[in-house]
């Protein structure tokens, strides 16, 4: 397995970030709506039960869904759209890497974590960081942060990379 190309590392700004600020090829936009990306979400029969019951009550997509970057992680040459769920709080809780082309448009790629951001890497890797919340703390206080390096590898994203970092 190929070692990633930016690994996590300690910031004293923002906990873990990449080594090297990734600047992602230009991908082209994907032009699927956030309410084409919901119906392609709820027709997914392996959906996980939160995402399907966020959707199912959610009838304006911009309180449950929102466009993050558009990435070509499979390295087709066609791009990819992350997207991230959220409660009404609005508190992100997943994302999903929607693939608009070999037609139909589907899911690829999810995860769940905490209030994640997803950034795209230099080769086409997702940056995922998240945040840590242990029982006892507040929602404005988590624990500590995660960052997490996923790749596209033998036709699956694989975290290739995780560290954790405790907060103050």
Not at 16 to 36: G, H, M, R
Not at 150 to 159: A, E, I
Request: proline share 10%; with cysteine.
């Amino acid at each position: 397995m190929p070692a990633p190309a930016s690994t996590p590392s300690m910031s004293t700004k923002q906990g873990f970030v990449p080594n090297e600020e990734p600047t992602a090829k230009a991908v082209p936009a994907v032009t699927l709506s956030l309410d084409q990306v919901r119906k392609i979400l709820l027709a997914d029969k392996k959906l996980d039960e939160q995402s399907r019951k966020v959707l199912d009550k959610c009838t304006v997509t911009t309180r449950c869904l929102k466009p993050g970057p558009t990435v070509d992680a499979m390295h087709t040459g066609r791009p990819q759209q992350v997207v991230l769920i959220q409660t009404l709080d609005p508190f992100v809780f997943g994302a999903f890497l929607i693939a608009p082309e070999p037609s139909p448009p589907r899911r690829v790629w999810s995860i769940a974590a905490q209030q994640l951001k997803i950034n795209a890497g230099r080769q086409g890797e997702l940056i995922v960081q998240s945040e840590i919340f242990d029982l006892d703390d507040k929602p404005c206080c988590p624990s500590g942060t995660r960052v997490e390096v996923y790749r596209w590898l033998g036709g699956q994203m694989t975290k290739v990379s995780s560290q954790d970092q405790k907060g103050d």
